[in-house]
């Protein structure tokens, strides 16, 4: 079993859908959740970050992190095409800052 | 501010040839990171550096891959011999320390290696 599973789509929703993108992750030592977003051929910029249980919001984007499930969420809300890139959960704290990335979930917003 | 630079964008090369990627992190940033992204895969962390020194190369091929950033600041990233599966993404980040969450990451080399 991998450390971190991401459905990786492609994901196809029109403008102004409610998104959900998830991760599970099976080693309970993670402490810290992390969203980036990946443009085509871009780096990733870091989009929302996490510590606990619980939700954290941002705009039209929210963050969820249920340590129980070892599953976290992504929710973006009133989708714009713009939001069109490659979504990549990343954890890390389980013994070191280091991040362990999911493969990523590529998101098209159809206007 | 100015970002992650890192070059050259792309590069092509045939199997067995030798390549190297360049990057210049965020000024004053003192931890600097090499990933492998292969097409589909998230990142893959190949070697950490804090200034000058490694943290982790754990995850480098060291039979064919190299790196090292002299006086701390740049830092360069070898492979010789090239093999076909080294096609990828191969992207650059820092931090201001290894305990921060944010990773600047730069927008990466493209190498095909036919």
């Known amino acids: 079993q991998k450390e971190v599973e991401q459905d990786p789509g492609p994901l196809s929703v029109p403008e102004g859908a409610i998104v959900s993108l998830n991760c599970t992750y099976s080693n309970s030592a993670f402490q810290y959740f992390m969203w980036y977003r990946q443009y085509s051929r871009k780096g990733p910029e870091l989009l929302m970050y996490?510590?606990?249980?619980g939700n954290k919001e941002d705009g039209r984007f929210t963050a969820q992190v249920d340590k129980s499930s070892k599953y976290i969420s992504l929710f973006i809300r009133d989708s714009q095409p713009s939001d069109s890139a490659t979504y990549l959960c990343a954890l890390s704290g389980a013994g070191s800052y280091q991040l362990t990335f999911g493969k990523g979930t590529k998101l098209s917003v159809i206007p | 501010e100015a970002g992650v630079a890192q070059s050259p964008r792309y590069k092509i090369i045939e199997k067995r040839q030798s390549v190297a990627f360049w990057c210049n992190p965020i000024s004053g940033h003192a931890t600097l990171y090499w990933y492998q992204q292969i097409l589909g895969q998230g990142p893959k962390l190949l070697i950490q550096?804090?200034?000058?020194?490694?943290?982790?190369d754990s995850q480098l091929p060291k039979d064919r891959f190299s790196a090292e950033r002299l006086k701390g600041v740049d830092s360069t990233l070898k492979i010789q011999p090239a093999k076909l599966e080294d096609s990828a993404v191969y992207l650059c980040?820092?931090?201001?320390?290894?305990?921060?969450?944010?990773?600047?990451f730069g927008p990466g080399t493209r190498l095909l290696v036919l």
């Open positions: 550096f804090q200034n000058n020194g490694v943290v982790d």
């Open positions: 980040a820092s931090s201001l320390d290894p305990s921060q969450e944010t990773q600047y």
């Open positions: 996490t510590y606990s249980s």
